[in-house]
């Protein structure tokens, strides 16, 4: 989890020296996940190479990957507040455009990819379930570099994950039923395991054990990265016989994923009539996936190649996020209409 920058204390204020945190005392923790968010697809691909040259190092730990997302989900709790909550009813319809455009792009890209490139079944439901996971774990600190609506990010990847014990197997059952058998049922009790719970004994210690948490946020961008990264590794490593053959048209797949997601995340935001700051937001809330998740169930319920589009994912999307948020960071906002009231 890279969600130093995640809560609205943080959310960006624009002033004519650029962008910087409402709370100046949170501007080290800001500061910290940027330089998370550079390191983090360098560890992640460190963590592949290592996973591919020693699979047998890795290997013994597949059984670990649901309780490695589980540090990572509670380290999303730590860094949610009640007013994060409180900005979806101020915010409804923003809020829910950018659910339903989340849940409504992703999933569908993922299955007409994997339908147009033909993937055979593995690889395509692993796509698919790339598609259905709930937003990613950068996604907050990306809108925060690209100088987006960083209040209304937090609102739809906590929504987005909260929602995702039901809606992420609902997807998966109808748009990749048709690759391989899904058993929607479990699918439902390893992500309240694994994500929901986690989730809210992060919120109820930051809620009870406020400055212990306080001290700890700074460390949780570098934390969340060793994990996903060692996650990566495990899933790599259980593939690693098939990568060589089957690495290009996942790296394609995955491209053109993440492409569809980051622009018709956007695309969603100026058709909804949101501001461009909120347009920014969109645009990584859409592209941007849970991938330990999406990695996590598809080791669990599947093989381990299904695993490896969310291994490529969880590399290219941030860094593909931290270009585009670079690229958008130097261009002007273009209005300041509110967003989504």
Same mark, same amino acid.
């Given at each position: 989890m890279l969600e130093a920058t995640k809560t609205p204390?943080?959310?960006? *204020?624009?002033?004519?020296?650029?962008?910087?945190? *409402?709370?100046? $005392?949170?501007?080290?923790?800001?500061?910290?996940?940027?330089?998370?968010?550079? /390191?983090f697809p360098l560890l992640v691909l460190a963590a592949g190479v290592a996973g591919f040259l020693l699979p047998g190092a890795f290997q013994p730990l597949g059984p670990a990957v649901p309780y490695l997302l589980g540090i990572i989900m509670f380290c =999303?709790?730590?860094?949610?507040?009640?007013?994060? #909550?409180? %900005?979806?009813?101020?915010?409804?319809?923003? /809020? /829910?455009?950018?659910?339903? %455009?989340?849940?409504?792009? =992703?999933?569908? $890209?993922g299955w007409l990819i994997a339908t147009i490139l033909q993937l055979e079944p593995a690889l395509a439901v692993g796509l698919i379930l790339v598609g259905c996971a709930p937003s990613g774990t950068a996604s907050n600190v990306m809108a925060f570099l690209a100088k987006g609506d960083v209040a209304l990010s937090v609102a739809v990847a906590s929504v987005s994950t909260l929602i995702a014990p039901i809606v992420t197997p609902i997807l998966v059952l109808f748009l990749a039923g048709s690759f391989l058998s899904i058993d929607a049922g479990a699918m439902v009790l390893d992500i309240v395991k694994t994500v929901l719970v986690p989730v809210i004994a992060g919120l109820m210690a930051r *809620? #009870?054990?406020?400055?212990? /948490?306080?001290?700890?946020?700074?460390?949780?961008?570098? $934390?969340s990265a060793v994990v996903i990264s060692l996650i990566v590794a495990v899933v790599v490593a259980g593939s690693a016989g098939k990568i060589v053959a089957a690495g290009g048209i996942v790296f394609l797949a995955v491209v053109l994923h993440n492409g569809f997601g980051l622009g018709l995340g956007y695309l969603a935001g100026k058709l909804g009539r949101l501001d461009d700051k909120a347009r920014r937001a969109l645009a990584f809330e859409v592209g941007m996936q849970n991938s330990g998740l999406a990695a996590t169930l598809a080791t669990a319920h599947f093989t381990p190649l299904a695993a490896?589009? !969310?291994?490529?994912?969880?590399?290219?999307?941030?860094? !593909?996020?931290?270009?585009?948020?670079?690229?958008?960071?130097?261009?002007?906002?273009?209005? !300041?209409?509110? !967003?989504?009231?």
């Open positions: 204390e943080t959310a960006p *204020l624009a002033t004519a020296a650029g962008v910087v945190p *409402l709370n100046p $005392a949170l501007a080290a923790e800001a500061k910290v996940a940027r330089i998370a968010v550079t /390191v =999303m709790g730590l860094t949610l507040t009640p007013p994060d #909550f409180a %900005a979806v009813a101020r915010r409804p319809w923003a /809020v /829910v455009l950018g659910i339903v %455009a989340h849940y409504v792009i =992703m999933p569908g $890209a *809620l #009870f054990l406020k400055n212990l /948490v306080a001290k700890a946020l700074p460390a949780l961008p570098w $934390a490896l589009p !969310s291994a490529v994912f969880s590399l290219w999307h941030n860094i !593909s996020g931290a270009v585009v948020a670079a690229w958008l960071a130097r261009r002007p906002l273009q209005d !300041s209409t509110p !967003s989504g009231s």
